[in-house]
């Protein structure tokens, strides 16, 4: 296998500019966002306006064209300063992939490419009944004439309660094998009359970028909205995932050097036996490690993000560069509050609203446990 992580001059350049970005525009929200529970509509015009929403667009469609590589280190960049801004981000280019990996005609992709850099998206496909058996559906596609209608309930849909349109999937061939007999469409939320919003989650963290319940009731979907091939949604579902968990990974390894930043800065004033915290051995240590780890994911999601963009996607290396770096920003934000003591476990301080995000991180888009699966059934095969 090749790949290179060697960042491009574009790459270096996409990093500063969203860094900036981030500090001037980002920081000064992340703690009301938070608090508010409300999402951050100052913040999407911020990335719209910036041209952000369509950067994994390609440049003939009106996008920035980027390599998966500059969009995981934009989301990363966001995640240290404010973790709900960058979710917004990941969890609109999740619903953006399948619109990009779906459109197979240049109808469809002069119809559906420009709306990614103007409209938000989301992404439904989990179901109260199947978390992390996707590969089942009771949300059912019923063929009328040239119309879809869709009937059934998707759970934990991110930030679908605002977005304009939302990428569903469902099963349009009840009699198929299980992972047959699924398909995506393109479904216009404002336009359509069949499409509610039910339960909105009171969430642990990413308050501002909510998950909600998608009711479908007679909604009716033209043949032409459409993404993928007919019956062939769930493969779409995969193909995405493979590139958008590496984007997940980076959004943890944002979440685990904003915590680090905080707790290594507070060591610094932290004075206690005459001595700020940092000369003790045992905080030096904590940091050392939490320094290592970063690092580590750091390098294993660019490792993914460039195999990608060279185009050789390993599903196993997705999985890996996912499930190291969530677990990783779990465990950093740990030991960025214990480094802290007290004053790091109340809202006072970010890292306690990074400790809550991490969670989340390692749950969307295939638990750890499904990561496993996925990494350990490629390893089997490869024996």
């Known amino acids: ?13 996409i990093r500063q500019m969203t860094r900036q970005i981030a500090k001037d525009k980002l920081a000064p929200r992340s703690a009301e966002i938070d608090q508010t529970g409300e999402f951050p509509w100052d913040i999407f015009e911020v990335y719209k306006e910036n041209q952000l929403l369509a950067m994994p667009v390609p440049v003939e469609y009106g996008g920035g064209g980027a390599t998966l590589t500059a969009c995981s280190i934009a989301v990363e960049e966001f995640a240290t300063e404010c973790v709900n801004s ?35 998206l989301a992404w439904s ?3 109260p009944n ?6 089942t559906l009771d949300t059912t596609a019923v063929e009328d004439g040239d119309y879809y209608v869709i009937n059934g309930m998707k759970c934990f849909c991110t930030d679908a309660h605002v ?45 501002g970028t909510r998950a909600c319940e998608v009711i479908l009731e007679d909604c009716k979907v033209h043949k032409d909205d459409m993404l993928y091939e007919k019956n062939e949604g769930f493969i779409l579902g995969m193909k995405v995932f493979d590139r958008t968990r590496c984007v997940d990974a980076a959004v943890s390894v944002g979440i685990a050097q904003g915590a680090f930043n905080a707790a290594k800065d507070y060591s610094k004033q932290r004075v206690q036996f005459g001595k700020p915290i940092s000369e003790l051995q045992a905080i030096r240590f904590k940091l050392a490690d939490m320094a290592i780890n970063i690092e580590a994911a750091r390098n294993l999601v660019y490792r993914a ?33 214990q480094t802290i003591g007290g004053p790091g476990y109340m809202r006072d301080f970010p890292v306690e609203r990074l400790f809550r995000a991490a969670k989340l991180m390692q749950i969307v888009e295939g638990t750890n446990e499904i990561q496993r699966v996925v990494i350990s059934n490629n390893l089997m095969k490869r024996q």
């Open 125 to 127: 496909l989990t179901e």
């Open 163 to 207: 977005a304009d349109y939302i990428v569903v999937l469902a099963q349009t061939d009840p009699n198929a094998r299980p992972a047959h007999g699924i398909s995506a469409f393109m479904v216009d939320k404002k336009n359509n009359p069949g499409i509610h919003i039910g339960k909105l989650e009171d969430m642990m963290g990413m308050r």
């Open 305 to 337: 993000c460039s195999l990608i963009d060279e185009g050789e996607l390993d599903p196993m290396v997705s999985s890996m560069a996912n499930c190291f770096a969530t677990d990783m920003a779990m465990q950093v934000t740990t030991d960025a509050i």
């Open 86 to 120: 960058s979710h917004l981000l990941a969890s609109h280019w999740l619903a953006s992939e399948g619109v990009l990996l779906g459109c197979l005609t240049e109808e469809q992709k002069k119809r559906f490419y420009p709306l990614i850099g103007e409209h938000l």
């Open 1 to 13: 296998m090749g790949g290179s992580f060697i960042l491009s001059e574009e790459e270096k350049m």
């Open 130 to 135: 199947h978390g992390s058996d996707v590969a």
